[in-house]
């Protein structure tokens, strides 16, 4: 199903509210690494937004998404008082974390593997 217009302004919006929460929260950079929003999903009646959070050189990112998780009610509370005059209601905050970048990095290795695999190769010829 595709995402509508609405849809896409309130996943906007609460993408751009939550990165400053996070920065007011100390939330963005945290033990030694940095936390960023990659990307927030609103389900089509607007009722739940998932945010999916991109970790950059923490260890144990899996434990550190579990500490945001217990803090949603807190976060969406902060994020109600950002948007209550924008919103009706205030979706319910899911947290995921987002293995793009881990995906990227992996996808580099495997390109630098084949091209080292064929230098020799054509060395030879």
């Given amino acids: 199903m595709q995402e509508t217009k609405r849809q896409r302004q309130v996943a906007q919006l609460i993408q751009e509210e939550m990165s400053m929460i996070f920065q007011k929260e100390g939330i963005n950079v945290i033990k030694g690494g940095m936390i960023s929003i990659a990307k927030v999903m609103v389900t089509p009646d607007l009722l739940e937004a998932r945010i999916h959070l991109s970790f950059f050189q923490i260890e144990h990112p899996d ?10 009610s807190e976060l969406r509370g902060a ?30 290795e495997l390109f ?9 190769s054509s060395d030879e010829d």
Avoid: C, S, W
């Fill in 63 to 72: 434990v550190l998404l579990e500490e945001i998780k217990a803090k949603t």
């Fill in 79 to 108: 994020l109600g008082n950002k948007l209550r005059h924008q919103l009706r209601r205030i979706p319910e905050l899911q947290f995921f974390l987002d293995d793009t970048l881990d995906y990227v990095f992996k996808m580099e």
């Fill in 112 to 120: 630098r593997q084949i091209n080292a695999d064929k230098k020799p």
